[in-house]
Nanobody, 125 residues
């Protein structure tokens, strides 16, 4: 069982930056693929970024590629999402996710095993 708690959301102007953090419980954190998803009202939750257990490989949605960086610190049970050059369309609730089944989080319809409660990111124009 993994519990995830996000932090770092807030209000930022377009062009600004935010760093989201996700604190994970559990001794097996390093075995999980971790990811970030986001959701706006009336829309499906969408994949943003993923990182494998070792941190050796990352992957991103095309909409954030080049602007966001996902990273993890297995010693601290933390995963991060650095977001730069933010746009109003990045406004959403951002969710941290964890999965140990080896699937690719960016696969449409793939449902990670564990979710955090979400943190709101609002980008003003």
């Amino acid at each position: 069982q993994v519990q995830l708690v996000e932090s770092g959301g807030g209000l930022v102007q377009a062009g600004g930056s935010l760093r989201l953090s996700c604190a994970a419980s559990g001794r097996t954190f390093s075995m999980y693929t971790m990811g970030w998803f986001r959701q706006t009202p009336g829309k499906e939750r969408e994949f943003v970024a993923g990182i494998i257990w070792s941190g050796g490989r990352t992957y991103y949605a095309d909409s954030v590629k080049g602007r966001c960086t996902i990273s993890r610190d297995n010693a601290k049970n933390m995963v991060y999402l650095q977001m730069n050059s933010l746009k109003p369309e990045d406004t959403a609730v951002y969710y941290c996710a964890a999965d140990r089944r080896g699937g690719r989080l960016s696969t449409r319809g793939y449902e990670p095993e564990y979710w955090g409660q979400g943190t709101q990111v609002t980008v003003s124009s």
